[in-house]
């Protein structure tokens, strides 16, 4: 059952033991700062530092388990419960100190009934704010900008980083899909108006005393460039030639310059020269590749066994291989492209179909189909093409069908059947598979890879590429994703925890439904 809590730190140097105590009970976990000093300013710079610490730290002993957030509101009212008004209703509250008088106002200010978990006797403090820490300047308007795709431990940092820094507003431009083209795996963002609505919850839920402008930027600098009432702009290190760039165009426009704020980004813990160096939502969308990342639907009309993949993907995106892995794996794999060589030939409804339409001229001297005739009747020729699936696709799937009545009577029914088929989504036959996996790889990676297998220029190759379902749509329809952009290993991997997956959940099937 999902679960929040509320963390009352004291002692940073028990957070480690404190939030392994915790992360059983809960799925999110606010984090309430209460060590010598947080009465006084939020803008001191030693806040940013230790909430900085305490996003690294509390990420690297639970990782994305829970989602953790730091409340700033209560630091900027210099009160404990001041300026509490959480976005997810808290179920009990932590403290990894003795204060029950605290705690108690705590719950009386969340309206929880359960009484407080206090972890450990840790009355010390292991963090001060220092004298000259406390008049840091703060920014009546603050702006950032980001793709920020599903908000992780480096975005937490980045926003708070902010929020600290603003007495009135935050601005944030959140880029669209006109400027995530080049990201890794960019058919995995999400949609711009969902990254601003988490945006929103997640600033709002840290601290509700500022207000929130989140605008979507087609180009890198967004209402920077015409807003005179901004003060601050916050960057990464590594973005901070952009900051700069931002100054250079308000000072052609004649607004006033920024004060620019860097921040050192995060250092990512994996090391495989796949992932990032840094913590980034690349790394996320590459972590999703082999997980189901959409929920089947259902499909009352199939029988639960054998469980049916439908396995698609565009040109050179190394289906037909991830077919073999499956099959290495133990499942049955129909490839839907041998079927139709099947339906082609003489005796099939297929057949005298096909050539009653296009004529005897297509046939071979042994009166077999030859494709070489019959392709440059189609290929490029709309209707004709269109014609042509309209025979063979349905003749196709009545003889998948048929093989797969055979699978289900046979004495060992097979648990997953891949059904592999470049035009699974062209043709609908989604409805005859229980979910969908699909294989993609960046088009200009399509493209190198056409060239060298078929021997093609590059541009007979992007024209091929051209009558592909794009990316974007194959993911819109699939359940599983797979991409073969890197090594045959990290693919290897990508399948076998697919595999892992799905055996674990039809393992855990009632046997009634099996």
């Known amino acids: 059952m999902a679960s929040t809590g509320l963390l009352v730190v004291s002692n940073i140097k028990q957070l480690g033991k404190s939030l392994r105590s915790i992360e059983k009970y809960v799925n999110s976990l606010y984090i309430h700062i209460n060590v010598t000093g947080s009465t006084q300013s939020a803008s001191s710079p030693a806040w940013g530092r230790l909430i900085s610490q305490l996003y690294a730290d509390g990420s690297s002993y639970v990782g994305n388990k829970v989602d953790l957030r730091v409340l700033v509101a209560p630091l900027k009212e210099q009160s404990a419960v001041g300026g509490l008004s959480l976005r997810k209703p808290v179920d009990m509250i932590f403290s990894d100190a003795h204060q029950p008088e605290l705690c108690d106002r705590l719950r009386n200010a969340l309206n929880i009934s359960q009484p407080t978990i206090f972890l450990n006797d840790a009355n010390s403090c292991d963090f001060q704010l220092l004298e000259t820490d406390v008049n840091q300047k703060v920014y009546p308007t603050v702006v950032l900008g980001g793709t920020f795709d599903r908000i992780h431990v480096g975005h937490k940092i ?16 959140v880029t669209t899909a006109a400027m995530t083209k080049g990201k890794i795996l960019p058919e995995l963002i999400l949609p711009v108006e969902q990254r601003i609505a988490e945006l929103r919850e997640f600033l709002l839920d840290i601290d509700n005393t500022l207000q929130y402008d989140i605008v979507p930027i087609d180009d890198p600098f967004g209402p920077t460039q015409h807003d005179p009432d901004m003060d601050l702009i916050v960057v990464s290190a590594e973005t901070l030639r952009g900051g700069q760039k931002v100054n250079e165009i308000r000072a052609a426009k004649q607004l006033r310059q920024l004060e620019i704020f860097a921040i050192d980004i995060v250092e990512s813990k994996v090391v495989d020269g796949i992932h990032e160096s840094k913590v980034s939502s690349s790394n996320t969308r590459i972590d999703l590749l082999g997980t189901r990342w959409r929920q089947p639907e259902p499909r009352p009309q199939l029988p639960a066994r054998p469980y049916i993949i439908g396995l698609t993907g565009g040109i050179a995106s190394g289906k037909s291989k991830m077919a073999e892995r499956l099959g290495q794996m133990g499942a049955h794999v129909i490839d839907c492209d ?15 179909k096909i050539v009653k339409h296009f004529g005897e001229e297509i046939l071979s001297d042994d009166g077999r189909i030859d494709r070489t005739k019959l392709g440059p009747l189609v290929f490029g020729n709309v209707k004709e093409l269109e014609t042509l699936n309209s025979i063979v696709w349905p003749e196709l799937m009545v003889e998948v069908n048929r093989r797969l009545d055979e699978l289900r009577a046979a004495a060992n029914v097979p ?39 078929n021997n093609l220029s590059e541009k007979e190759a992007r024209n091929r590429l051209a009558n592909q379902v794009k990316n974007t749509d194959i993911v819109a329809k699939s359940q599983v994703i797979f991409s073969s952009q890197w090594d045959y290993d990290f693919t290897q991997l990508q399948a076998e925890r697919a595999w892992k ?11 009634s439904s099996l």
Not at 158 to 173: E, M, P, Y
Not at 432 to 438: R, T
């Open 501 to 511: 997956m799905l055996n674990k959940e039809l393992d855990g099937r009632p046997q």
């Open 158 to 173: 980045f926003l708070t980083q902010a929020v600290l820094r603003a007495c009135k507003r935050l601005v944030v431009g």
């Open 415 to 453: 648990k997953v059947v891949v059904l592999e088929a470049a035009v699974l989504l062209k043709a609908g036959w989604e409805i005859h598979c229980h979910e969908v996996w699909s294989m993609i790889v960046p088009p200009d990676e399509a493209v190198r890879r056409i060239i060298e297998r």
């Open 338 to 352: 041998k079927v139709a060589h099947d339906v082609y030939e003489p005796g099939q409804a297929c057949y005298e």
